[in-house]
């Protein structure tokens, strides 16, 4: 995301709702998160926790995992690739409620993950010259360290439930969203 989209939808936000601000998360309290991530690399599911250390800031670790399976067709054979893709990831985020006065019904917030992901493939190659042949298996991974950066908000529907949806700049989808249910404790 651009900084002058990133900057109108803030100014959109604050003029939206400015009204009586309350605190989102407050020092102390926690909140459960589970959703899925639109990505070009599958459908990563998460789940992470969220822990009130300021009336403002949250930090806390989430887990994304995902799996894909690829075809190629390759002169007249199918290639198969499936891959396993995981990541563990810390999470900091600024909530702008106080900041600009926006209702507690509501929860705008923006961040940065900081996280350690890895990837798992295994792809199944036919013997092009016998094909009765059991196909050739070779396995890969790696793994490496990556910073996002996010903005997201949240609709409280009830005192402890909310739906949440965030944007992101991630490292190989560009622009990246996820759309989950938080449970606040």
Do not use: C
Not at 7 to 34: R, V, W, Y
Not at 36 to 47: A, C, E, K, Q, R
Request: proline fraction near 5%; hydrophobic fraction near 40%; aromatic fraction near 16%.
């Amino acid at each position: 995301m651009n900084k002058p989209i990133f900057i109108s939808f803030m100014l959109f936000l604050a003029a939206t709702f400015a009204a009586n601000a309350q605190s989102p998360i407050a020092e102390g309290e926690k909140q459960l998160n589970l959703g899925v991530v639109l990505s070009n690399s599958g459908l990563p599911l998460y789940i992470g926790m969220d822990f009130g250390v300021h009336p403002d800031i949250s930090i806390g670790p989430k887990l994304v995992v995902s799996y894909q399976q690829s075809k190629t067709d390759f002169f007249g054979e199918t290639i198969i690739d499936k891959t396993l893709t995981y990541g563990l990831i810390f999470v900091f985020d600024y909530h702008f409620n106080n900041l600009l006065e926006i209702p507690s019904k509501f929860d705008v917030y923006s961040g940065l993950d900081l996280g350690y992901y890895g990837y798992s493939t295994t792809t199944e190659t036919p013997d092009f010259f016998d094909p009765t042949a059991p196909p050739t298996i070779t396995k890969s991974g790696g793994s490496y360290m990556n910073g996002n950066l996010h903005v997201g908000g949240r609709y409280i529907f009830e005192s402890n439930l909310a739906l949440n949806l965030q944007l992101g700049l991630y490292r190989y989808s560009a622009i990246g969203a996820s759309f989950g249910i938080t449970k606040k404790f």
